[in-house]
């Protein structure tokens, strides 16, 4: 029997896989919620073990960014598969660099979908076309290979806080963030993803899923530079 988590904030979309995977054969929903934490939370209280699979929205609307999500499931034991519209590939790859097992989009069958938990269920790679679309000329993803501090920074500066803050929250001297800025810049330069400016930088957290969506108004982002 496979179990499996579904973690998506449209209920419209849990609904419907829960609903295939019933007609499943030897394979039942052991959780379905809007967030990773509600699942992390449900595992501590009924102290189930871990699904076998996670369908996974690439997006929540909690704040999270889908490397933090994918890496919590992969450590807690599951494999992982993005159900995503497809049409962000560059969060697409992060997560895939995060360790999902697969990517299927939310626009496939829904035996598609199963057939893709079944599949990295017996821990075959998932090789379908959106995983080949999403890693295609990737050059190693793009990525400009961010520590976990110089992600805190850029989320925080390219939502639109003065540096200053950033450093503030972060309990760091100003320094410190601003160095961090400097390596980021450079980073993204190394890749060929150049963020000269504060936008600049707001649109590579964006396109890599750090920030989810913009926090403040374009015109807003170019303050506290």
Request: glycine fraction near 8%.
């Amino acid at each position: 029997m496979t179990r499996v988590a579904l973690i998506d904030d449209h209920e419209s979309v849990r609904l419907g896989l829960e609903a295939a995977c019933a007609r499943a054969e030897m394979m039942s929903v052991a959780f379905s919620g809007s967030t990773v934490t509600e699942y992390v939370d449900w595992r501590a209280l009924s102290r189930q073990a871990p699904a076998d699979v996670v369908v996974l929205d690439l997006t929540l609307g909690d704040g999270t960014t889908v490397t933090e999500n994918v890496r919590r499931l992969v450590l807690d034991g599951s494999s992982v598969i993005i159900h995503s519209v497809a049409d962000r590939p560059a969060a697409v790859r992060e997560a895939l660099s995060a360790g999902a097992a697969g990517v299927v989009s939310k626009s496939s069958p829904i035996g598609d979908v199963i057939a893709a938990v079944r599949t990295v269920a017996r821990g075959e790679p998932l090789n379908n076309v959106e995983w080949a679309s999403a890693v295609e000329g990737d050059r190693a993803f793009a990525d400009a290979q961010l520590s976990a501090r110089e992600r805190d920074v850029l989320r925080l500066y390219a939502a639109g806080l003065p540096l200053k803050v950033v450093a503030d929250r972060l309990g760091v001297a100003y320094s410190t963030a601003k160095e961090n800025i400097t390596r980021i810049r450079v980073k993204y330069v190394e890749v060929g993803r150049p963020a000269p400016t504060k936008i600049d930088l707001l649109h590579r957290a964006v396109e890599d899923g750090i920030l989810v969506e913009p926090a403040a108004d374009p015109g807003d982002a170019t303050r506290g530079r």
